[in-house]
């Protein structure tokens, strides 16, 4: 039932892999006497990731919770799979828009993290990331600045090539220049990014490539070069005339919306 569950999320069928991930934990709930047990802690936390991707985040909340607590019985100390939690809930906060408590429970899944891992880890840099963002939200890019690099540090050593979560922490660094008004930095680091992201990506109207073009874009309009600008505009209503729709809030009209990954 968990499998099936799976593939229906996977095919954005959010309802039926609901309904089949709680045909599942009935029975592993049975089989293990209603008692705490990782396997329906995973059932709770997998039933709160249908409510994330179905945009019911209290309800996420609300079982990833349980899962936490459960986790917690289930370990007594230190365990990835209760960092996993304390993230899931960090992400449904900054979902809420909540991001003080967010960033409350990111930082304790980092700690937790760092305490298991030991050393450079894509877990870490994960954490490291989303702190960023909740610094963002809040207001303090010199502070998202320093997360943001710290896990492109982190990622360079683990990943030692051009990987997607590479250019994806370029990308945020350069948004937190952009933020900043640096707009020469922050176009430095969106070109960094848009380089990976189009060794990695052959189609050229891959999601990653359209959001680097519309941030460099960006930047080139807040330094008053306009030619440029206009350059790049281009190339992106072309990219979005081939069928294409960009998930993001995308307007050309302002053409001022820095993405961020």
Sequence with gaps: LTNIAGCFQ????????????????????KAYDYRDHPD?????????ICYA???????ALEY??????????????DHPSIAASLNNIGACYASLENYSEALEYHEK?????????????????ESLVNIGFCYSNL???????EYHEKSLEMRKNVYKGDHPSIAASLNN???CHFSLENYSKALEYFEKSFEIYKKLYKEEDHPSIVMSL???????????????????DDKLLELLNQNFCLETNYDSETYLNVIIV
């Design 173 to 175: 660094i350069g948004s």
């Design 40 to 48: 329906i802690a995973t059932s709770l936390n997998n039933i709160g």
């Design 139 to 145: 207001g303090d890019n010199e502070k998202a600045l």
């Design 64 to 77: 990833y919770e349980k899962s936490m607590e459960m986790r917690k019985n289930v370990y007594k100390e």
């Design 214 to 232: 519309n941030n460099i874009g960006s930047c080139y309009l807040c330094l008053e070069n306009y030619s440029k600008a206009l350059e790049v």
């Design 10 to 29: 996977s095919l954005g069928k959010y309802d039926k892999a609901l309904e089949y991930y709680e045909k599942s934990m009935r029975i592993i709930s």
């Design 109 to 125: 899944s980092l700690n937790i993290k760092k305490k298991v891992y030991q050393e450079d880890h894509p877990d870490i840099a």
């Design 53 to 59: 991707d179905l945009k019911n985040y209290n309800k």
